[in-house]
């Protein structure tokens, strides 16, 4: 019997952090696992990490998608949070942690297209991101690792970040012109000068059909 890749989602509760993982089953039973996946995770595995949100929480009605880098070359949901917890907010309190809902590894730090889920989207709780009221409110904040502003997204990157813009769009009814990236609402140079937006808000169908031969 060869080995099977299963798709499962990982809590990780101290943390606050649930990932996309591959987890290998071997014969009698045996598992050995990582939280990673081998390249972007298929579709309904994205759709099943936006629907995982903490029951006691009100959904909230999402109108855009506010898309970031983190500006390093490596990094995780872990290195961003224990980051953001040194920052100060206009009040002088200390940040709650990760100011994103959801982190897209690049093989340093996270899986290389891996895609792991904040507690501000559990809890569905404001971000911490954009740098706007209106847009940490109302704005979903997707981050991928890498520096943009020096080299592309990966391709799996690229896929897992396609993928979950579509679920989201489609989940929340967010049009194509509430896509928007860091620059749009501050000037900043994030995501960075070879982000490839445009290929999001006008060939997504294109990745989206690439991609399925992964799933």
């Not at 109108?63 to 953001?84: F, N, R």
């Not at 981050?143 to 396609?162: D, K, R, W, Y």
């Not at 169908?205 to 399925?212: D, G, K, N, R």
């Amino acid at each position: 019997m060869s080995n099977r890749p299963i798709a499962l989602i990982v809590d990780c509760p101290s943390q606050g952090v649930r990932r996309l993982c591959v987890v290998t089953a071997v014969l009698l039973g045996t598992i050995a696992s990582a939280p990673i996946w081998a390249g972007s995770p298929p579709a309904d595995e994205v759709r099943r990490l936006i629907a995982e949100q903490d029951d006691a929480c009100e959904p909230r009605g999402w109108k855009y998608i506010v898309l970031h880098h983190s500006a390093t070359d490596s990094g995780s949901v872990e290195s961003i949070d224990a980051a953001h917890r040194q920052r100060r907010d206009s009040n002088g309190q200390p940040w709650r942690g990760i100011g994103y809902h959801f982190v897209i590894g690049n093989g340093n730090g996270m899986a290389d297209g891996e895609v792991a889920a904040t507690f501000r989207w559990h809890q569905q709780t404001d971000g911490a991101h954009a740098g706007v009221a209106q847009f940490n409110q109302l704005g979903i904040g997707i981050c991928l690792i890498g520096n943009f502003e020096e080299a592309a997204p990966t391709p799996a990157q690229v896929a897992s970040a396609a993928r979950l813009i579509n679920a989201l769009q489609a989940e929340y009814r967010i049009e194509d012109d509430r896509l928007l990236a860091h620059r749009d609402l501050k000037p900043t140079a994030c995501p960075g000068e070879r982000f490839p937006l445009a290929m999001f808000r006008e060939e997504k169908p294109v990745i989206l059909q690439t991609s399925q031969t992964g799933d």
